[in-house]
């Protein structure tokens, strides 16, 4: 059988009686702590905890591949009992999900035992909602991590959700690194820099919440001009964006938080991206229209320019119906139909050999 078993946030002291209990018959116990760190304190207790019911038992380390392999876990299930101990809540890690799947599969009797979860911990203790989160993403410390943060926290600003921001930690020969949220803030006013969809500034307002669930937790909020100066110490830490904000959540904020700026809504100003193409093309139309039909006025050839006019004329009507689309929340129709104005302006250039987007 295996059990995967959960210890909360508070360490070998979150070990409820019943998980140890299971712990006191099984033959095998791992314990992994790739999702999040257990210190050396934690770790010997726990082993005490256990080693005073039978000499034998004693948690094994298990890194990361090793889990993700799961080979010789699900081997051993078959014929003896194994308990996987995880920090926070077991199923919350994918790979551990993964892993129940696996030994469901091979007809291994697997049982979970919940705990609390340090995800749902720490938006409780920020005083934010939990149902106006959007989806949760990680930050690693690869530039490319970066662009699927920023996109994923367009994403919920969109929908006025929050964004919960999990930040790189990593375990190697009992050294931990956790990525530091000023390095999060500084990778993410890089790639606004780049796409500029006016997601990340030095105004926006962000929650940092460290070591949750430990005696030396703090969480902060302010906006990013203020946290960037600040020094948030070992890890782990998680960074939330707040997006709108119910009058409650603002006030839990000032109250729960080291609050060093008034909360903000910083899904306000946020557009789509159809909003922003039109926004910023049908003016360039409108002026290559005007462009071209002063050209064409220049031209002795009335005869031969009315064919032109008359596509300017279609070009306009376009560029109108796109606006209209817009204001009745048809962005993708908006979008096609500015593409059609361009078009038929591009035409009269290449027909012309005079590029009005130019001038």
Same mark, same amino acid.
């Given at each position: 059988?295996?059990?995967?078993?959960?210890?909360?946030?508070?360490?070998?002291?979150?070990?409820?009686?019943?998980?140890?209990?299971?712990?006191?018959?099984?033959? *095998?116990?791992?314990?992994?702590?790739?999702?999040?760190?257990?210190?050396?304190?934690?770790?010997?207790?726990?082993?005490?905890?256990?080693?005073?019911?039978?000499?034998?038992?004693?948690?094994?380390?298990?890194?990361?591949?090793?889990?993700?392999?799961?080979?010789?876990?699900?081997?051993?299930?078959?014929?003896?009992?194994?308990?996987?101990?995880?920090?926070?809540?077991?199923?919350?890690?994918?790979?551990?999900?993964?892993?129940?799947?696996?030994?469901?599969?091979?007809?291994?009797?697997?049982? *979970?035992?919940?705990?609390?979860?340090?995800?749902?911990?720490?938006?409780?203790?920020?005083?934010?909602?939990?149902?106006?989160?959007?989806?949760?993403?990680?930050?690693?410390?690869?530039?490319?991590?970066?662009?699927?943060?920023?996109?994923?926290?367009?994403?919920?600003?969109?929908?006025?959700?929050?964004?919960?921001?999990?930040?790189?930690?990593?375990?190697?020969?009992?050294?931990?690194?956790?990525?530091?949220?000023?390095?999060?803030?500084?990778?993410?006013?890089?790639?606004?820099?780049?796409?500029k969809y006016n997601v990340f500034s030095d105004e926006t307002f962000a929650i940092v919440a460290s070591r949750i669930g430990t005696e030396q937790k703090k969480i902060i909020s302010g906006k990013i001009k203020s946290l960037i100066g600040m020094s948030f110490e070992t890890g782990p830490h998680s960074i939330i964006i707040t997006g709108s904000l119910h009058f409650t959540e603002s006030d839990a904020v000032r109250t729960l938080t *080291?609050?060093?700026?008034?909360?903000?809504?910083?899904?306000?100003?946020?557009?789509?991206?159809?909003?922003?193409?039109?926004?910023?093309?049908?003016?360039?139309?409108?002026?290559?229209?005007?462009?071209?039909?002063?050209?064409?006025?220049?031209?002795?050839?009335?005869?031969?320019?009315?064919?032109? *006019?008359?596509?300017?004329?279609?070009?306009?009507?376009?560029?109108?119906?796109?606006?209209?689309?817009?204001?009745?929340?048809?962005?993708?129709?908006?979008?096609?139909?500015?593409?059609?104005?361009?078009?038929?302006?591009?035409?009269?250039?290449?027909?012309?050999?005079?590029?009005?987007?130019?001038?």
């Open positions: 059988m295996l059990w995967l078993i959960g210890i909360g946030i508070t360490g070998y002291k979150g070990v409820s009686l019943y998980a140890l209990d299971i712990l006191k018959k099984c033959n *095998i116990i791992y314990f992994e702590r790739f999702t999040s760190p257990l210190n050396e304190d934690d770790l010997f207790n726990l082993n005490s905890l256990i080693e005073g019911h039978n000499n034998r038992r004693k948690i094994i380390l298990a890194q990361r591949w090793f889990i993700e392999d799961g080979k010789q876990i699900i081997e051993q299930a078959k014929n003896e009992n194994v308990a996987l101990i995880t920090y926070g809540d077991p199923l919350i890690a994918t790979t551990l999900s993964e892993l129940e799947i696996r030994a469901r599969k091979n007809s291994i009797k697997v049982d *979970i035992v919940h705990a609390a979860s340090g995800i749902t911990s720490l938006i409780g203790e920020s005083g934010l909602h939990i149902y106006k989160f959007g989806r949760t993403v990680t930050m690693m410390s690869c530039p490319q991590s970066a662009i699927s943060v920023y996109n994923t926290i367009f994403d919920n600003l969109l929908s006025g959700n929050h964004t919960l921001i999990l930040t790189e930690y990593n375990s190697d020969h009992n050294k931990f690194f956790f990525l530091d949220p000023i390095q999060v803030f500084k990778m993410l006013i890089e790639v606004e820099k780049d796409i *080291i609050n060093t700026d008034e909360p903000i809504d910083n899904a306000e100003n946020i557009q789509k991206i159809s909003v922003n193409m039109i926004k910023r093309y049908s003016p360039k139309a409108k002026q290559a229209i005007k462009q071209m039909r002063e050209i064409l006025a220049g031209e002795d050839m009335p005869s031969l320019n009315k064919g032109s *006019i008359e596509v300017l004329e279609n070009a306009e009507l376009y560029i109108d119906d796109a606006e209209r689309f817009l204001r009745q929340g048809k962005h993708e129709l908006a979008v096609l139909t500015i593409g059609y104005a361009e078009g038929l302006i591009d035409a009269l250039r290449f027909q012309k050999g005079i590029n009005p987007w130019l001038l």
